[in-house]
Each structure stands twice: as C-alpha cells, then as structure tokens.
C-alpha cells in the first residue's frame, strides 16, 4: 500500500507574510487522514507548524508518522528552521507519536474559569506600570523572555525574533494600549516593588467564542522570591481578569519552569495544550 500526501487545496498567504497550505493524506489514492502546514516568519527565519492532523482511516498503520514526516520535509523545502506542533492535553497518542519523532515538550497552556474576584493579603497594592517606567520594565521582561525561549530549545536570534513580535502585537501603543492591564505590586508599607504583571484582557477568543484572557508577564523581584508574591500575582491577574468582563485566564508556562507548574496547579489551572518542537 502506497502513502502519499496531495495538496487538498491552494496554497494561501498569511497575515503575517508567511504561507499555508492544507494536504491530504492518501492511501492508494484515496484520502484517509489530512493536516496543514503553516510557515511563519520570525524575525530573518521562518518557523513551521504542523496542525489540524488527523487519522480517519486505518490508525495504527503508521499514516500518522507518515503524514507528520511528510510535513517536515514539506516546511524544509519551505525554507523553515524549526517546527511545531501544539497537542491537546487529551491527545495522549499524538504526545506519544511526537516523542517517537523527535520532538521536545517546550511549554504548555493552561486555563482556568474563574467565578469570584480574589482578596489580595494584606500589606500589599497594586498600582499602574506609568508610561516612564514601561521602556525599562519591558527591556527587562524581554530578556527573561528571552532566556525562557532559549531554555526551552530556541536560538537566541529566535527567542528575540518572537519576543520582539509578541510585544509589538500586544502592546501597539505602548501603556496606554487598549485592552491590557499593566501592574506593579508594593508594599504598602514602603512602596517597594515586589513584583509585576502584564495581562492581556483580549488576546483570543474561546472555541464557544466567549473572551479568553492571557497573562504575559508574571514577574517577582528577585529580591523577594520565595516569599508568596508570584501567587498574589497570579490573583491580582484574576482580579484584572473579572473586572474587565472576562470570566477565563490562561497562560503559557515553560515545561523547565517547575515551581511556575506548581503554583499554578495550586491555584486551579488545568493544562489544555502542550507544545512541541524541534529544529529541522
């Protein structure tokens, strides 16, 4: 029996000037599962992505290996450095088909539904990140972002590629951009800083189309770890969260980062997706 995968439709151009394409994949001609490649610049580099991979017919065959393999040399022959792939939580077979190939868990994505505002412990405000203070505070969130990406198995020219994108995204205006909640966390005491935060109020839409929020930034001084501070954040998020409107808080948390997967498990958050990646 022959695998092949045959183009299902044009190849189109993305928003952000890179291209996609959906395939099928073919058993003696006849389709029995499909995926899609996407290749998206990233600074002076394109990235890959494999999604939308299904098996409707014959799992267990190896058509999924064959199709995912088949992608790859697809986003090479495109140009790409890398790929990824972002697997459900649920998909424990795909987990498993992606560690057969190669591939490294890099970070996953959590959720949470949230119901009430949470009180912030005493001795502790919350006030505005100022638009003075937001170059200097960025330069910094950047290059733990930055580091983040390299330990989790990019390049540094990619980590500062995506970082440079995702800020530039979000942040369009700067502090006065729409839709983001940028904060600072003192003592009341002193007004010393203890740590920072930076949500996106409307970053995505969830599949039932209801808002879904995204914290960005999740930072506690370095002087003041170990102290409690990234849990109080972590509420201060929630409470930005619910007083925009927006009753579900997500966030993307490095596979390395295991006291981050602690707290958050801690504080209710259910991993919904897992991502993938490896060099090409």
Known sequence: MTTTLRPEGPETPTPAGGRTR????????RPVGALRTTAVPHGSQLWGDIAEL??????????????????????????????????????????????????TERMRNLSKRLTAAPVLPAGVTARRIEPAELPAWLDGAAEGYVRSLMASGLTEEQGRAKSELDHLRVLPQGADSPGVALRRLCGDADGEVLGSLWVDLHLRDLPDGEPLAWVMVVEVSPARRGRGHGRTLMLLAERECLAAGVCTLGLNVFTANEAAIRLYASLGYQVTNRLYGKPL
Do not use: H, K, M
């Open 22 to 29: 959906r395939w099928q994949i073919c058993a003696n001609g």
């Open 54 to 103: 299904e098996v409707r017919e014959g799992r267990g065959r190896g058509r999924g290996t064959f199709g995912a393999l088949a992608a790859e040399e697809v986003l090479r022959n495109w140009g790409c450095t890398r790929v990824d792939v972002g697997i459900p939580e649920s998909a424990q077979v795909a987990r498993g088909l992606a560690a057969a190939l190669g591939y």
